[in-house]
């Protein structure tokens, strides 16, 4: 991410919750919108967005970390699970998130492997900010279902 230029998006409403989401100069908005009863489901809300910021942060981070020692997981598939309940006034507000990376190669002569998954999470600035207010717990599978973290 450039340091230089702060990320920012831009969001204009077109039809009650639906709002088209501009991240980029040059790039096709994406539709955001509410589910049902509130909107039509016709984009992610709110909450799958922070998901798959949560998510993709994290895998972004798994594959850097792994690429600085060469190691290569054949594809990652992330699934990113959010709890909604309510607080103590009532609202509804994401409770935690749990994030579950599955990597298409075995851990079998991963070298330093171990290394990887103590740090990865700690280059993941969106993971990382967000759970300092949600509890966020990760989970690593290799290319055989088992788990490694």
């Given amino acids: 991410m450039d340091d230089k230029q702060p990320p920012s998006v831009t969001l204009k409403q077109f039809n009650q919750y639906q709002f088209d989401l501009h991240y980029a100069d ?54 990113a699970t959010g709890e909604i309940g309510r607080n103590a006034a009532g609202r509804l507000r994401v409770l935690s998130i749990a994030v579950d990376i599955h990597m298409g190669a075995p851990a079998q002569g991963m070298e330093r492997l171990d290394r990887v998954l103590m740090q990865f999470e700690q280059f993941c600035t969106v993971g990382e900010s967000v759970r300092q207010g949600i509890p966020v717990t990760v989970s690593v599978f290799d290319g055989t279902g088992q788990k490694l973290k």
């Fill in 26 to 79: 040059g790039q096709s908005p994406i539709v955001t919108d509410e589910p049902p009863p509130l909107g039509e489901g016709a984009g992610p809300s709110p909450s799958h967005l922070l998901l798959a910021a949560v998510g993709n942060c994290m895998s972004s981070s798994l594959y850097f970390a792994l690429s600085k020692f060469k190691l290569d997981p054949k594809g990652l598939t992330t699934t």
